[in-house]
């Protein structure tokens, strides 16, 4: 089914704010400003895409299609369901994509956690992948919260020193690769939140009963927050939209907690060097204010990080008898699930540590039934008759 674009626009409420607060310069004309001189050219966004609000008023285009998708790392090696859900959800829409085979990773963890790298470096990376996205004529949808972070502030380096421009430059022309910058960075949940109405017309399961805690990820709206989408019919405007209002479309009871502003624990450096500590504060801060506060049927949020620090934390909670036991899924996982999405052969939540089929159960998924079929992929896998799932063998 066609997307409808007309009907994903902005919300008919605005913002009411003081003149004196909106920032005088918003970073895609300064970006802009720079291609007029010279500098670099800009990958605008293509058509169609929805216009969504920040929180200073600024508009941001999000594109629906034709995107390029930076994967991440650690969702390709810990949780590959959530990959397979956001091609899964392109599909079922009919959105054209790219999934492309010469991405490199964005070295974030160079520069978050062990400081190893330098400016020129990691913005180099930054503008390689850009660059290749630009040659194909896809836009890059960035999957990882800490690479969408890392690539705003590699963008509010590059802006501020003509010095780093100059150095990245001839990187660059090593590489024979052009001075790209997209005319906006997106993140893959704020297609899914412009894209959340379609996803609730294909919806096949009966989500009211279900409880959902959200977890906003801090690389989404704490760094260069005003890339970040906010509604005034999300808490006023107060908290980032993303993935609330999608499980609000879905039908979804969103339950609040305390601590929702918290870290999730990952943190970067000391989920290193410091392990303990992020396990602890996953649980403490998090998974158990939310079940003494909320008792969700499952948190919901929408980074790599997040989703594999508030599950995997669980178990070793579990040993010492914490009050844990919240099954955690990014946005992605939970709207594939409920446009009738396989539990394992496309969210793969075998993957997942903290036990998720009574949720399935909740929500009136036969997880018996799927799990005899995935075992059933797993002997032909075996056997040799296939070399591996297909998309077909995904739908059927």
Same mark, same amino acid.
């Given at each position: 089914?066609? $997307?409808?674009?007309?009907?994903? =626009?902005?919300?008919?409420?605005?913002?009411?704010?003081?003149?004196?607060?909106?920032?005088?310069?918003?970073?895609?004309?300064?970006?802009?400003?720079?291609?007029?001189?010279?500098?670099?050219?800009?990958?605008?966004?293509?058509?169609?895409?929805?216009?969504?609000?920040?929180?200073?008023?600024?508009?941001?285009?999000?594109?629906?299609?034709?995107?390029?998708?930076?994967?991440?790392?650690?969702?390709?090696?810990?949780?590959? #369901?959530?990959?397979?859900?956001?091609?899964?959800?392109?599909?079922?829409?009919?959105?054209? !994509?790219?999934?492309?085979?010469?991405?490199?990773?964005?070295?974030?963890?160079? !520069?978050?956690?062990?400081?190893?790298?330098?400016?020129?470096?990691?913005?180099?990376?930054?503008?390689?992948?850009?660059?290749?996205?630009?040659?194909? =004529?896809?836009?890059?949808?960035?999957?990882?919260?800490?690479? *969408?972070?890392?690539?705003?502030?590699?963008?509010?380096?590059?802006?501020?020193?003509?010095?780093?421009? =100059?150095?990245?430059?001839?990187?660059?022309?090593?590489?024979?690769?052009?001075?790209?910058?997209?005319?906006? &960075?997106?993140?893959?949940?704020?297609?899914?939140?412009?894209?959340?109405?379609?996803?609730?017309?294909?919806?096949?399961?009966?989500?009211?009963? $279900?409880?959902?805690?959200?977890?906003?990820?801090?690389? *989404?709206?704490?760094?260069?927050?005003?890339?970040? &989408?906010?509604?005034?019919?999300? *808490?006023? #405007?107060?908290?980032?939209?993303?993935?609330?209002?999608?499980?609000?479309?879905?039908?979804?009871?969103?339950?609040?907690?305390?601590?929702?502003?918290?870290?999730? #624990?990952? =943190?970067?450096?000391?989920?290193?060097?410091?392990?303990?500590?992020?396990?602890?504060?996953?649980?403490?801060?998090?998974?158990?204010?939310?079940?003494?506060?909320?008792?969700?049927?499952?948190?919901?949020?929408?980074?790599? #990080?997040?989703?594999?620090?508030?599950?995997?934390?669980?178990?070793?909670?579990?040993?010492?008898?914490?009050?844990?036991?919240?099954?955690?899924?990014?946005?992605?996982?939970?709207?594939?699930?409920?446009?009738?999405?396989?539990? *394992?052969?496309?969210?793969?939540?075998?993957?997942?540590?903290?036990?998720?089929?009574?949720?399935?159960?909740?929500?009136? $998924?036969?997880?018996?039934?799927?799990?005899?079929?995935?075992?059933?992929?797993?002997?032909?896998?075996?056997?040799?008759?296939?070399?591996?799932?297909?998309?077909?063998?995904?739908?059927?």
């Amino acid at each position: 089914m066609p $997307i409808d674009v007309a009907a994903m =626009g902005k919300s008919s409420r605005t913002f009411h704010r003081d003149p004196q607060t909106v920032k005088s310069r918003p970073l895609r004309d300064r970006v802009l400003e720079l291609e007029a001189e010279g500098e670099w050219i800009v990958h605008r966004v293509p058509e169609p895409y929805v216009e969504l609000e920040n929180k200073f008023g600024r508009v941001k285009k999000v594109p629906l299609g034709h995107t390029w998708h930076h994967k991440s790392c650690g969702q390709c090696g810990h949780i590959p #369901g959530y990959s397979t859900s956001i091609f899964w959800l392109h599909r079922k829409l009919g959105l054209d !994509y790219r999934d492309p085979r010469d991405q490199t990773s964005c070295t974030a963890w160079n !520069y978050y956690a062990s400081a190893t790298s330098n400016s020129a470096a990691q913005a180099a990376v930054a503008l390689r992948n850009f660059a290749a996205a630009y040659e194909t =004529g896809y836009f890059p949808l960035i999957h990882c919260a800490t690479s *969408y972070g890392h690539y705003k502030e590699v963008r509010e380096e590059l802006l501020a020193s003509p010095q780093l421009r =100059g150095e990245v430059r001839r990187i660059m022309e090593m590489m024979k690769k052009p001075m790209v910058m997209p005319e906006e &960075i997106v993140h893959y949940s704020e297609w899914v939140h412009a894209a959340r109405h379609q996803v609730a017309a294909h919806k096949v399961l009966d989500l009211s009963n $279900i409880v959902a805690t959200v977890h906003p990820a801090c690389h *989404y709206h704490k760094l260069v927050a005003e890339d970040a &989408i906010y509604d005034p019919d999300i *808490y006023g #405007g107060q908290r980032t939209a993303v993935v609330t209002a999608t499980l609000k479309a879905l039908g979804a009871q969103v339950a609040d907690y305390s601590t929702w502003f918290d870290c999730c #624990g990952f =943190g970067f450096r000391h989920i290193l060097v410091q392990r303990d500590f992020t396990r602890s504060f996953a649980v403490q801060r998090k998974i158990e204010v939310m079940k003494e506060e909320a008792n969700p049927d499952v948190t919901i949020t929408h980074d790599t #990080g997040c989703v594999t620090t508030l599950d995997q934390s669980q178990f070793a909670a579990r040993a010492h008898q914490r009050k844990v036991g919240i099954p955690v899924l990014s946005e992605a996982q939970f709207c594939a699930l409920a446009m009738g999405a396989h539990p *394992y052969r496309v969210c793969q939540l075998h993957w997942h540590n903290t036990e998720t089929r009574p949720l399935l159960e909740k929500m009136g $998924i036969d997880h018996q039934a799927r799990w005899r079929e995935f075992e059933a992929d797993v002997e032909r896998l075996k056997r040799g008759e296939i070399e591996y799932l297909t998309w077909e063998d995904a739908d059927a």
